[in-house]
């Protein structure tokens, strides 16, 4: 059975482990690094490009990147990207697939199966999404769970000790705070809360808007109407906020960022962690309320705690550090990396799954839980409902639920003689069923016919580990039944899955055939080096027609080389290249042969 990789698709960076020998262990990226920025892009030429490598052109090709994909997931969103309209579940395919690639490169063996972790407070549809991303990149998506939930079991077979914790999660663009009770093989989590719109990329953009107006007041130039430059003082800005957690002035040094009316512009500005954290201190403070609601929802007080992790790279900034603390009254963990505890925890999931035995921990440290199964308990993030008469949205499922859960409830018809009911599927807190999310809708007919509050209708309500609902509803009366998949729980069809998936092995097959093609030049290349080294050495000693064959089928090749840049180039020219190939080598057998004989005597 292939390995069972671990993968934390985050909004701004994702991670990839796997368990080796019961640990697990971060899978660096083609590029080298233990994160890949969740960036997509496609050059003018139409070549697609995933993580460190969109990132990098981003300034240049704007318009032709797309980052931050994860706040779309399980919208209708389509976005315009190499010519074509894609969905949020596409794009986000084409980083799990470069994650699925850049693993199988390192296990030098095929890989199938994930364990991929979203925010707790995913919806449904959300979640379901996720799972069909996975489909798109040929994953077989084994399990989704909680980040928290997968930073509780990175961090959580350090100690053997049952206790409650508490994990504040601030990445990129998503804020979590979970409650989670720790102990004897079982992680479960008691509640969540958040706010899927904050995270780091709000630091940015405050960081950013300051050093627009200041430019502004310096120059009077408006960099906010100049996209290639506002991209340039955006990056710089993650920078400066990176390097203020660090020390407490950053400076801010553009060269050339724009042309003014009176020649180029330079940005040279120096920001001070304090100018930093006022710009900020509302952002920080937003995570206050959450955490309260999540020690309310737990029946919790801070001084119930055993613990705090800290998960995200948002959480390396001394601001919210400090804010946790003045919150909970304690010193949060900071024992493992905030930006690959939850990848880890994928991944011991993941090993559970095959049943590999879990040996020491994240730490590296041996641990009471040595070998352990574990068992997760996660919940469900917002209550599911049914709407009933009045607009009144009917609670079957509570928020915080432990998943699975499986609820049924007994319901009745509003008129006279009715033959069909609507059942109208809901998520959210709000009491009146329009203020809440509608997942789902279907009609049960066939209802025997009778006075109004006399059929008997059950509806049945199962959510799965994965926090995917189905839904069935059924007439004691008659024993109708009707069980649905609720098409709103993906906001794809089945037929556009597969199309998706379609689509997204042409790329695979395009991106093998540009490697084959690279290749197939380097070959040539060498080729045509070597062929003029053999005839400088001893080029002399082939008869004039032999040295003027070689000369016309090293130019031809040469001249195919050059033609096709590493960076264009197609597989329709491999044709011609192999055989051009094949002609020198035929051609300069004798020549070849000749320089084996003076490389051997020595000789050059
Ligand atoms: P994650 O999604 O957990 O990878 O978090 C990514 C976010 O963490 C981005 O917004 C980064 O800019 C931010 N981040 C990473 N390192 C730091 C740091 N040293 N200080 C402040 N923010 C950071």
């Known amino acids: 059975m292939s390995r069972i990789i671990g993968i934390d698709l985050g909004t701004t960076n994702s991670c990839v482990a796997v368990l080796e020998n019961g640990k697990p262990v971060i899978i660096p990226n083609a590029e080298g690094n233990r994160t890949t920025p969740s960036i997509v892009a496609f050059t003018k030429s139409g070549e697609r490009l995933v993580g460190d490598l969109a990132k990098r052109q981003a300034v240049t090709n704007a318009a032709g990147t797309v980052s931050s994909i994860k706040r779309e997931m399980g919208t209708d969103t389509r976005l315009e990207l190499g010519g074509k309209r894609r969905t949020p579940q596409e794009i986000s395919a084409m980083i799990l697939h470069k994650l699925k690639t850049d693993a199988e490169a390192y296990l030098g063996e095929p890989v199938n199966d994930a364990v991929i972790t979203v925010p707790a407070y995913f919806n449904d549809v959300q979640r379901q999404a996720t799972k069909d991303a996975g489909r798109i990149a040929g994953l077989n998506v084994r399990r989704i769970i909680n980040e928290p939930t997968a930073a509780a079991l990175a961090y959580g077979l350090d100690h053997g000790e049952s206790q409650k914790i508490m994990v504040y999660d601030l990445g990129g663009g998503t804020f979590d705070v979970s409650i989670i009770e720790i102990g004897d093989g079982v992680i479960e989590v008691l509640s969540t809360c958040g706010d899927n719109h904050l995270g780091g990329d709000d630091f940015d953009q405050r960081l950013t808007n300051y050093l627009v107006s200041e430019f502004k007041q310096q120059t009077k130039y408006n960099i906010a109407k100049d996209p290639m430059a506002l991209q340039r003082v955006r990056e710089a800005a993650e920078k400066a906020k990176k390097e203020l957690s660090a020390s407490t002035t950053a400076n801010v040094n553009l060269p050339f960022l724009a042309q003014g009316r009176s020649g180029p512009l330079h940005m040279d500005i120096t920001v001070t962690r304090?100018?930093?954290?006022?710009?900020?201190?509302?952002?920080?403070?937003?995570?206050?309320?959450?955490?309260?609601?999540?020690?309310?929802?737990?029946?919790?007080?801070?001084?119930?705690?055993?613990?705090?992790?800290?998960?995200?790279?948002?959480?390396?900034?001394?601001?919210?550090?400090?804010?946790?603390?003045?919150?909970?009254?304690?010193?949060?963990?900071?024992?493992?990396?905030?930006?690959?505890?939850?990848?880890?925890?994928?991944?011991?999931?993941?090993?559970?799954?095959?049943?590999?035995?879990?040996?020491?921990?994240?730490?590296?440290?041996?641990?009471?839980?040595?070998?352990?199964?574990?068992?997760?308990?996660?919940?469900?993030?917002?209550?599911?409902?049914?709407?009933?008469?009045?607009?009144?949205?009917?609670?079957?499922?509570?928020?915080?639920?432990?998943?699975?859960?499986?609820?049924?409830?007994?319901?009745?018809?509003?008129?006279?003689?009715?033959?069909?009911?609507e059942i109208h599927v809901l998520q959210g807190e709000r009491p009146m069923a329009r203020d809440n999310k509608t997942i789902g809708k279907f009609r049960l007919t066939g209802i025997k016919r009778a006075p109004r509050g006399v059929p008997q209708i059950e509806v049945t309500f199962d959510l799965d580990t994965n926090g995917i609902l189905k839904v069935s509803a059924k007439d004691l009366g008659t024993g109708r039944a009707q069980e649905i998949v609720i098409s709103s729980s993906s906001n794809l069809s089945e037929a556009e899955i597969q199309q998706a998936i379609r689509d997204a092995q042409e790329y695979a097959a395009a991106d093998n055939q540009r490697k084959e093609a690279m290749e197939i030049r380097n070959q040539a290349e060498t080729l045509v080096i070597e062929t003029k080294e053999a005839i400088r050495v001893c080029g002399k000693e082939l008869n004039k027609a032999d040295q003027k064959q070689v000369k016309n089928d090293l130019a031809n090749l040469e001249r195919l080389v050059n033609r096709n840049r590493p960076e264009k180039i197609t597989a329709d020219v491999l044709p011609e290249m192999k055989a051009a190939m094949d002609q020198l080598q035929r051609s300069s057998a004798t020549l070849s042969q000749l320089y084996a004989n003076h490389q051997a005597s020595g000789q050059s």
Not at 281 to 310: C, F, H, I, K, Y
Not at 338 to 354: H, R, S
Not at 377 to 389: A, R
Request: glycine residues 10%.
């Open 274 to 421: 304090s100018v930093f954290e006022r710009l900020t201190r509302d952002l920080v403070e937003r995570t206050t309320m959450p955490v309260q609601t999540a020690l309310n929802d737990a029946g919790l007080s801070v001084s119930q705690l055993g613990r705090v992790l800290l998960v995200g790279g948002s959480t390396r900034m001394p601001a919210v550090q400090d804010h946790v603390r003045s919150l909970v009254g304690m010193m949060p963990s900071k024992g493992l990396n905030p930006d690959e505890c939850v990848a880890m925890g994928a991944a011991i999931q993941g090993g559970t799954l095959e049943g590999s035995l879990i040996s020491g921990n994240a730490n590296g440290m041996s641990s009471a839980g040595t070998g352990q199964e574990i068992l997760l308990l996660d919940v469900t993030p917002l209550s599911l409902s049914i709407e009933t008469v009045g607009g009144v949205a009917t609670r079957l499922i509570e928020r915080n639920s432990t998943l699975p859960v499986h609820y049924s409830q007994i319901f009745t018809t509003a008129a006279n003689f009715q033959t069909n009911v």
